[in-house]
């Protein structure tokens, strides 16, 4: 998934909005920059970044994928993870990594990476989740 059309590119995802705390994956320390894919559409920006080190209550855990979707200030941080052998297999113990990480997190079957209109898929997604944080903000008296 982390093959698409555009370049990978230095963002500083605590800028963006997002809400996990990145650290380097080897020193353990806040990481200033990470490498993602920058994408505009019609109704949101997004930056996509794989293979991505947070640090929880819990400990460290690697992100197979991590989203910061916005759209005119407003943002929401996502999680893709890829299922089935050689991955994540356990999904009592997935589901808890999920809990822990307090983000909205879509499991995709490693089986479908070739499917056409995957990407289109989780996008759409994405959109979904940042357009229910908004109207869940905006029902709380203001997005923050």
Request: hydrophobic share 40%; glycine share 12%; net charge positive.
């Amino acid at each position: 998934m982390a093959l698409l059309g555009v370049p990978l590119v230095g963002v500083r995802l605590d800028r963006l909005g997002c809400k996990l705390r990145v650290i380097d994956g080897v020193s353990g320390k806040k990481a200033e920059l990470h490498r993602g894919f920058v994408m505009k559409g019609q109704d949101a920006s997004l930056v996509w970044c794989p293979q991505v080190t947070v640090r929880t209550s819990k400990g460290y855990r690697c992100v197979d994928n991590l989203l910061v979707m916005s759209d005119g200030g407003k943002s929401v941080t996502l999680a893709v993870e890829l299922d089935g052998a050689p991955f994540h297999q356990d999904a009592a113990k997935e589901s808890r990594r999920d809990r822990e990480l307090g983000v909205p997190v879509l499991h995709v079957d490693a089986g479908r990476l070739d499917e056409p209109g995957l990407i289109a898929q989780i996008l759409s997604w994405a959109k979904r989740q940042l357009d229910a944080a908004q109207a869940q903000q905006e029902a709380h008296g203001g997005f923050c």
